[in-house]
């Protein structure tokens, strides 16, 4: 009997559907309910957060923060060339000129080595994707925004839940994205939050997510005028999203235990089995405390990743690669007058492969995909 093991699916705690239709009962479906307050004051006290604000999507919390650079024509915003089209898209909006970053040839993150000599009088941020949730080397990025006086926007799209160091993945920046898409550890379907970490921001970001008002303070009686102030647009996430978002939260330590023993169990299995030869295993850097968000394995040539996908396929099992380094994509390289040479991306573009995780599987799963793929490649 063939196996079916979808590669993602949405672990559900089995509350979000009473929540939702206790927010459809309230007076605010657009934002701003008991819901919203309640996942807010949550991820505030769980990672000693200070200023978040739920949004439709970490796009839209990216989106945010590259309106609250006050960007021009020229500048410069530096990202890695491994991640999705999005930490570039937020940007490139706004008119900047985006430099790439080469990978670390053990994981998919950014180099920190190699990101001062990208740095000109035009950079205004780096943002760096902690690929996976695990940390990228902020100590480093960090003494770099400062030697260079420029702004820091963590993409933590993978990373709730997990650390640099004893510090929570968002936390370390000016400003910080997350994802609640439906492939994440915990989602809303789609929905994001953008976190707040330089105080010089807080009034700005109120505005921006009012579409460009002053709604704010006219709620609260400071004006009496409810007026167009500045640019924005409608970026908050409604009710309803975080009525299903607090139904994960409420789970969240027993999801997160869940995927952590998957995880380890890929890990341990493909480990014993010593297929060090076809495939490399995660790095995972002494100062990371990982949260279990992708299982991958980076494998020696592109055709073989290529045999897995479609032996793993031929036996029920979904897999995946992942992105296709940015500068080397059509929108990107038609602005180019000579190539962009960033061999450690391109190397995870084609070769890394993506395993099923999710909080739906159990033990015997991953035991049936660590079997098949010994059997595909001996």
């Not at 559900?12 to 206790?22: D, F, I, Q, R, W």
């Not at 001062?116 to 996976?132: C, N």
């Not at 890990?267 to 490399?280: M, P, R, V």
């Not at 949260?291 to 020696?300: E, G, T």
């Amino acid at each position: 009997m063939l196996m079916h093991i979808p590669f993602n699916k949405v672990y559900l705690t089995g509350k979000e559907e009473s929540y939702v239709a206790n927010a459809l009962k309230g007076d605010k479906l657009t934002g701003g309910g008991n819901h919203t307050a309640w996942c807010k004051e949550n991820l505030t006290k769980r990672y000693g957060f200070d200023n978040l604000h739920l949004t439709t999507s970490c796009t839209a919390a990216l989106e945010t923060a590259a309106l609250l650079l006050n960007l021009q024509a020229g500048d410069e915003v530096i990202i890695p060339s491994y991640t999705f089209v999005s930490t570039a898209n937020a940007f490139a909006l706004r008119g900047a000129k985006i430099v790439f970053a080469d990978s670390a040839a053990a994981n998919p993150n950014i180099d920190a080595d190699t990101i001062e000599p990208l740095i000109s009088k035009r950079t205004k941020a780096i943002v760096p994707v902690h690929y996976g949730g695990v940390a990228c080397d902020m100590n480093k990025i960090s003494d770099l925004a400062k030697k260079h006086n420029f702004m820091v926007v963590e993409d933590a799209a993978h990373s709730i839940d997990a650390y640099f160091y004893n510090r929570p993945l968002g936390s370390l920046g000016d400003m910080a994205a997350f994802s609640f898409h439906e492939t994440k550890n915990i989602t809303c379907g789609e929905g994001g939050a953008l976190l707040m970490n330089n105080r010089l921001f807080n009034e700005r970001t109120e505005i921006i997510l009012d579409k460009g008002t002053n709604r704010k303070i006219f709620a609260e009686g400071k004006t009496d005028k409810y007026e167009w102030v500045g640019l924005g647009s409608s970026y908050r996430m409604a009710e309803t999203s975080a009525a299903f978002l607090r139904a994960q939260l409420e789970e969240l330590d027993g999801i997160q235990k869940i995927r952590m023993e998957l995880w380890n169990a890929y890990y341990s299995a493909l480990t014993d089995a010593g297929l060090q030869e076809f495939f490399s295993l995660p790095v995972l850097p002494h100062y990371a405390k990982h949260n279990a968000s992708v299982f991958y394995v980076v494998c020696n040539s592109r055709a073989l990743r290529d045999k897995l996908i479609s032996g793993l396929a031929a036996k029920g099992i979904a897999s995946a690669f992942h992105y296709q380094p940015l500068h080397s994509s059509p929108f990107y390289s038609a602005m180019q007058q000579k190539p962009v040479v960033l061999p450690n991306s391109e190397k995870f573009g084609n070769c890394l492969l993506r395993l099923p995780l999710h909080a739906n599987l159990s033990k015997d799963n991953i035991h049936y995909v660590t079997e098949l793929i010994i059997k595909i490649l001996n």
